[in-house]
């Protein structure tokens, strides 16, 4: 993916998935609510504590948590923590944690972020997804905004993303 981003990078703002400067930039307001195009499945928007239950739902799971590096939620107060934790990331200087939901219920289903941001140079990005939306390309849609918008308006020189292997998915 990161290869294809840079052999790509000016052809890719001509794609359908592509989003204009301005919707970008309101990824860093706390009032973002990014469509990632009008065909698209998802929406991309600021996480929120009202999440929390159906973050729980998914984070709860034993095969979603561990596949990232981290334990099954074992509560909604302990899914309501890691958002508030996302929710202050900005104030450390990190881009953010967004929730992407799925257009057509409007439900949360997983979160994206660019996370160990250096500014001007690189992030890496992660995620996290409700298992019934797995195979469906919904991941590589959301990574595909974030990875525009970080080269685009962050000015980023690399993108890592990590593989974590036997994941199951």
Request: net charge neutral; hydrophobic share 40%.
């Amino acid at each position: 993916l990161y290869a294809r981003w840079i052999k790509n990078e000016r052809n890719y703002i001509k794609n359908e998935y592509c989003i204009t400067r301005n919707i970008l930039k309101q990824l860093v307001n706390s009032d973002c609510n990014l469509s990632i195009s009008t065909k698209s499945k998802l929406i991309l928007r600021d996480i929120d504590v009202n999440d929390a239950f159906e973050m729980f739902e998914y984070s709860k799971l034993p095969n979603v948590g561990p596949m990232a590096g981290w334990e099954p939620h074992k509560s909604i107060a302990e899914s309501m923590a890691v958002i508030n934790l996302f929710i202050n990331s900005k104030t450390r200087g990190e881009p953010g944690v967004y929730a992407i939901v799925y257009r057509e219920t409007n439900q949360m289903i997983g979160t994206i972020e660019l996370y160990n941001y250096k500014p001007y140079f690189k992030a890496e990005l992660g995620y996290s997804l409700h298992p019934d939306f797995w195979g469906q390309g919904l991941v590589v849609e959301a990574a595909e905004c974030l990875i525009d918008w970080g080269f685009r308006d962050l000015n980023l020189k690399r993108i890592e993303v990590w593989n974590v292997l036997h994941c199951g998915q």
